[in-house]
Every structure is written in C-alpha cells, then in structure tokens.
C-alpha cells in the first residue's frame, strides 16, 4: 500500500472530475482514447492527458492491440485508494461504537436515579 505521500497522484488525478469520467466510463469495460473522447467531446490531445494521468497514478492500464491501445481499470491503484479510506472508516466506526456504548451506559444510569 502506498504512503500516504505517495498516494498524493492518485487522489490529485480523481480530483479532475474529466478523469472520474472516464474512470466511469471505463467500469463497463475496456474503451480507447477515441472511444472515451466521444462522450466527453474532447479533443483527442486534451483525452490523451487525462488518460496519462490516469496511468501515471496506476488507475487505469493500456496494452497495445495491433493499432489500437484500449484502456481499463486498473484494480490495484483503485484498492490503494480503498486501503487508504478504510484505515479512516475503521477509525470512525471505532469512535461510534465507543460513543454507543457509553450513551447506552449513561441511558442505563438515568433509569436508575
């Protein structure tokens, strides 16, 4: 799992909402550079950029295929993302537990006065 320094390029890449647009478009399945502008009506360079970013911080693959080079998700940059959440969402659901168990004590000490 990432530092939470170097996590820093993925989180600045899904900062961009044309970025979690392709990133959307890509859930249903492998798409080219051309493919994913259509959509978004980009120009084919301005789609080139994004689609770098996006594979520079490991959230999405490109293979070559003959001439064309489809994109897709990449699931580990997308599970570092959920690793790095998860520590936070422990840490709170902890908190709310703790914060449950002591208003249900001190519920349980005002029926008794």
Known sequence: MRSGEAIGPIFSALADPTRRAILAQLAGGEATV????????MTLPNVSKHV???LDAGLILQRKEAQRRP???NPEGLRQVEAW???YIDEWEDTFQRLDALLAEVSVQQEGS
């Open 34 to 41: 051309n493919e994913l502008a259509e959509p978004l009506q």
């Open 85 to 87: 959440s998860r520590r």
């Open 71 to 73: 994109c897709s998700l």
């Open 52 to 54: 770098k970013v996006l």
